[in-house]
T-cell receptor, first 113, second 112 residues
């Protein structure tokens, strides 16, 4: 069965620190990959997505993610986090033309000023 | 452009009752997907509607059912509610199956 694994459930950083959130998926075929963010009290918002082409994808608010096919990974990065990045981050996969998104369990990020 | 809207925002029901949740898709979108998000977990796919037809279903029992209307809005119905049905129910719309999904704010259901 397809699955998505997010390695860190809780991450605590200070402002200006660098961020990398891990995401691995299990599916051997073509995938579409997403990172969604849920800020406190708000709904899930699309941060960035990868369908094809350049494996380094840039999203909103300075976030980027790199698709490494050989590692089945799609890690999220940001060089310098801000307090406003405090949120829960979800990695999701749409695999093999299937219509459903498979989500990871999420990573809760807290950024301290 | 109007985003995805859901109603109601919160709902309290008792075990055995039935509930209907509603979703209006984003303008221009013809596909609606429903997800259940239990506390501390990622969303789990319930089913998808594309042009008023069910277009895929996750691992949920038949007491979870849905509809999509000609204006592409959708309903999620849950019969014979169980305590474990307590969760945040998310609706997402997209332009076609397999395309990027945009989420609504969700309906938080509590079953007592």
């Amino acid at each position: 069965a397809q699955s998505v694994s997010q390695h860190n459930h809780h991450v605590i950083l200070s402002e200006a620190a660098s961020l990398e959130l891990g995401c691995n998926y299990s599916y051997g075929g073509t995938v579409n990959l997403f990172w969604y963010v849920q800020y406190p009290g708000q709904h899930l918002q699309l941060l960035l997505k990868y369908f094809s082409g350049d494996p380094l994808v840039k999203g909103i608010k300075g976030f980027e993610a790199e698709f490494i096919k050989s590692k089945f990974s799609f890690n999220l990065r940001k060089p310098s986090v801000q307090w406003s990045d405090t949120a829960e981050y979800f990695c999701a996969v749409n695999a093999g033309g299937y219509n459903k998104l498979i989500f990871g369990a999420g990573t809760r990020l807290a950024v301290h000023p | 452009e109007t985003g995805v809207t859901q109603s109601p925002t919160h709902l309290i029901k008792t075990r055995g009752q039935q509930v209907t949740l509603r979703c209006s898709s984003q303008s221009g979108h013809n596909t609606v997907s429903w997800y259940q998000q239990a506390l501390g977990q990622g969303p789990q796919f319930i089913f998808q509607y594309y042009r008023e037809e069910e277009n895929g279903r996750g691992n949920f029992p038949p007491r979870f059912s849905g509809l999509q209307f000609p204006n592409y809005s959708s309903e999620l119905n849950v019969n014979a509610l169980e305590l474990d049905d307590s969760a945040l129910y998310l609706c997402a719309s997209s332009w076609g199956s397999g395309e990027t999904q945009y989420f609504g704010p969700g309906t938080r259901l509590l079953v007592l």
